[in-house]
């Protein structure tokens, strides 16, 4: 699964012919890794990965073949998976938000890092909890766990399966929540991903993770250093800022084109420019938090998708600037920087997946029961 770790900045003419191509379909701007300003990074040959005990920067290339364990496999123990419904009426953290269809907001003429948004309400909301539960779990243990934003997700489910069974994961359960609805400013999924403070850790903590202990048999850690968060886009920069505000609740994070950038609503003073701050304010002037980190950009992602041109909203410039970050503060992190990749690229997470969570989970030790 893992590739050696190679210093190469070659690729066949093939793999190039290909990202040309498939930039030329989707549109979007292609960045290089190479860029001023960028962090060094180590090229790989074409569809391998680094391997998972390796810190630094990297590039992967074109061609994104799936790893063997994001498939079914004769023989593999399946986990059991469990449907649960939440609704905004039980909830005394989140009561419900939208923005209304076919609306976004306007730069505030004044501060144009802040979006003014009038067509957002009190709005209901219910959604689905997916959890994976190992065939592994043994009854009665505090099992070490992973929260998955924008759930569910069965790719993920089944990676567990072949890697727990390799033994290369613990035995861990895995909760992937659906989001509350929306995208943004002024919407459930964005006040909850967005936001930057540890309200959403909170939610999982005392309403999602009690729930899930009641209805699937199982009993979840305590241990920071058992907990895991992960996701893509927006969902990735909420792992991010769950760990971030609680490290005594999460240690481990998992990200894919995480949305680094000043997207939080209702604007906050506190931190003016969104998640954009993590990098540029946050990181370099905190003490270094017990974190470990996995994170992946792709060369056509997401660049200044909306009408704040606030120099903001770059999201190859954001995860770069995060790896700058986290470097220079010393974190245990690898970055990944994907060749032919557009945002959350499905091809490029069938062919990470596996390296990434074996990466995420390195160096854990079961806590005694």
């Not at 009690?210 to 199982?218: F, I, Q, S, T």
Request: overall charge neutral; hydrophobic content about 40%; charged content about 20%.
């Amino acid at each position: 699964m893992a590739g050696k770790r190679m210093r190469t900045g070659w690729i066949g003419l093939a793999g190039l012919l290909l990202a040309v191509a498939a930039t030329a379909q989707n549109g979007a701007p292609v960045r290089n890794p190479h860029s001023p300003g960028y962090v060094y990074a180590t090229g790989l040959p074409n569809g391998q990965l680094p391997s998972p005990d390796a810190n630094g920067n990297f590039i992967i290339w074109p061609a994104h073949p799936a790893a063997p364990e994001m498939s079914v496999h004769a023989g593999v123990p399946q986990g059991r998976i469990f449907v649960l419904t939440m609704t905004s009426a039980a909830s005394k953290y989140y009561p419900g938000i939208a923005r209304e269809p076919h609306t976004f907001g306007t730069p505030d003429s004044k501060n144009p890092r802040r979006l003014i948004v009038t067509t957002s309400h009190p709005a209901p909301w219910t959604r689905t909890v997916t959890v994976y539960v190992p065939r592994q779990y043994v009854p009665g243990t505090a099992a070490p766990f992973l929260v998955e934003q924008d759930g569910p997700d069965p790719s993920l489910f089944t990676a567990l399966d072949n890697l727990i069974t390799e033994k290369k994961v613990p035995a861990l359960v895995a909760i992937s929540i659906q989001n509350g609805g929306g995208d943004a400013q002024g919407s459930e999924r964005g006040l909850e991903y967005d936001t930057m403070s540890g309200k959403y850790a909170e939610w999982v903590e005392h309403e999602v993770l009690p729930l899930v202990e009641a209805k699937c048999h199982v009993r979840l850690t305590s241990n920071p250093d058992g907990r895991a968060a992960m996701g893509g886009s927006s969902g990735a920069a909420a792992a991010f800022i769950m760990a971030w505000y609680h490290p005594e609740l999460y240690r481990r994070v998992l990200s894919y084109s995480g949305t680094f950038v000043n997207q939080q609503w209702p604007w906050d003073p506190k931190t003016p420019d969104g998640a954009w701050d993590l990098a540029h304010r946050l990181i370099p002037h905190v003490p270094r938090k017990p974190l470990r980190i996995w994170m992946e950009v792709g060369d056509r992602d997401l660049y200044n998708p909306n009408d704040m041109r606030d120099g903001m909203h770059d999201w190859v410039v954001a995860n770069e600037d995060m790896a700058k970050a986290l470097a220079a503060k010393g974190y245990p992190y690898q970055f990944i920087f994907a060749r032919n990749a557009g945002h959350v690229d499905h091809a490029v997470k069938m062919q990470t997946l596996p390296e990434a969570l074996e990466y995420v989970w390195q160096g854990y030790r079961p806590a005694k029961n």
